[in-house]
């Protein structure tokens, strides 16, 4: 049976799902016999990734959602093919195959807007009814979607994240000193105001030690902080903003700990990333899905409590052996082969 995925993910900055989309079919390219699988983008899409087996191609006219809840899946019905969603989000008329990360709107409705919930709660209800199969990322998250939506278990395929991807990422040596911090002696953490990313939590954790240096990249500067949770930004936080990729992984590697207080995820790359990188130690969240994937080689905080703990760390070899993006892109094949 032709595959065709849903290439709309090109139009996204790379975040979580975008990297995963990416990476496993990437690795999926080098193992896939040519033909079996295609990808429809956009008309817009522009930096599209070069693959030996499969196949591009530009349909339609519509762009963005339009595009793919009615371009997209008409095409796929064309060509008489099922459709590869990998990105949550599946075409209203033939959700095919889709990966659900994770059911937030489910579990935290709270972070969401009331328009967001009722749009996302109609494609996932389509998704989980309608699907041919369902891809998830943990066993956590297989879990989540039958416990709110009663999805036969043999319906999901659990199909991980990795970290290969951080190999391809140089360090950049001036990072430290071009952000003012160094080596061993300052938190970091990647954040944003999203409130499931529990930002609150390191701005709560530097006002008590203020005798330590917290470095956050991401989208926030001081009027973003101080509208989001009311008080200004503590003397020993510095707020990066954006930082490249290469400079990410610099910072990974020398800071004292990296800091993941996250409410909800459905795998969470970041401390496997930083593990990869070789933080010395990486502080996460306390939950059921964050000891499936790190299990002894982190420290746990209580996200709901403004504590620092650390002490434990990182024992990364047989934790980052456990997952690959080829590994993963095995699994996918195998999963497409048995339709």
Known sequence: MKIIVNGRFLLHKVTGVERYAREILAELDEIIESGKIEMAV???????????????????KLQNRLWEHISFPWYVRKQKAVSLNLCNVAPLPSPG?????????????????????????????????????????????????????????????????AWQHYEKIGFDEGALKKYGVEKDHYFFSMCSLEPNKNFKWIAEVAKQHPEQTFAVSGSINDKVFADGLGFGCPSNMKLLGYVSDEEAKTLMRDCKA??????????????????????????????????????????????????????????????????????????????????
Not at 294 to 317: H, R, T
């Open 258 to 339: 990296f800091l993941f207080p996250t409410f909800y995820e459905g795998f969470g790359i970041p401390p496997l990333e930083a593990i990869s990188a070789g933080a010395k130690q990486v502080v996460v969240s306390d939950t059921e899905v964050m000891h499936e994937i790190l299990g002894n080689s982190v420290c746990y905080i209580d996200p709901n409590v403004y504590v620092l703990k650390i002490g434990k760390a990182c024992s990364d070899a047989s934790l980052l052996e456990r997952f690959s993006w080829k590994k993963s892109a095995l699994m996918l094949r195998k999963m497409i082969n048995s339709l």
């Open 42 to 60: 956009p008309p817009e899409a522009e930096r599209i990734p070069a693959y030996k087996n499969i196949k591009v191609v530009k349909v339609g």
């Open 97 to 161: 195959i889709v990966c659900i990360h994770d059911v937030k709107i489910k579990a935290r409705p709270q972070d969401f807007s009331k328009k967001f919930l009722l749009w996302y709660k109609l494609l996932l209800l389509n998704a989980c009814k309608r699907a041919k199969r369902i891809i998830t990322v943990s066993e956590f998250s297989k879990r989540e979607i039958f416990k709110y939506y009663g999805v036969d278990p043999e319906r999901v395929v659990v199909i991980p994240n």
